[in-house]
């Protein structure tokens, strides 16, 4: 079955950093595209970034520009979102997932159905 994993979160001070880290298997990873989402308390779940199944583009929610990068490493079948400068605001359970057929533009923008698969997410917790 397919599995995305994720880990890395936890409780961090406002202005500090931390790196979620997504651990594919029953898949072919790089036949995928990948994003991370998040849904904070009382929100709706929220696109956060997508990589391309290469990497070689990516795209990331106006919200996190310039504090959070998605990358990827295929041979460890895991993509990464580093975040720097958290906010209390990106307080949120992060979610990975994966999707076979839609562009990092389609995913960001939700068009053309879902995400194929998806983590259980990770708790971020940003203090003030």
């Known amino acids: 079955q397919v599995q995305l994993v994720e880990s890395g979160g936890g409780l961090v001070q406002a202005g500090g950093s931390l790196r979620l880290s997504c651990a594919a298997s029953?898949?072919?990873?790089?036949?995928?595209?990948m994003g991370w989402f998040r849904q904070a308390p009382g929100k709706e779940r929220e696109f956060v970034a997508a990589i391309s199944r290469t990497g070689d583009i990516t795209t990331v929610a106006d919200s996190v520009k310039g504090r959070f990068t998605i990358s990827r490493d295929n041979a460890k079948n895991t993509v990464y979102l580093q975040m720097n400068r958290l906010k209390p605001e990106d307080t949120a359970v992060y979610y990975c997932?994966?999707?076979?057929?839609?562009?990092?533009?389609?995913?960001?923008?939700?068009?053309?159905?879902?995400?194929?698969?998806w983590g259980k997410g990770t708790l971020v917790t940003v203090s003030s």
């Open positions: 029953g898949l072919t990873f790089s036949s995928y595209a």
């Open positions: 997932a994966a999707d076979r057929d839609r562009s990092t533009y389609q995913i960001r923008f939700g068009t053309r159905d879902g995400m194929d698969y």
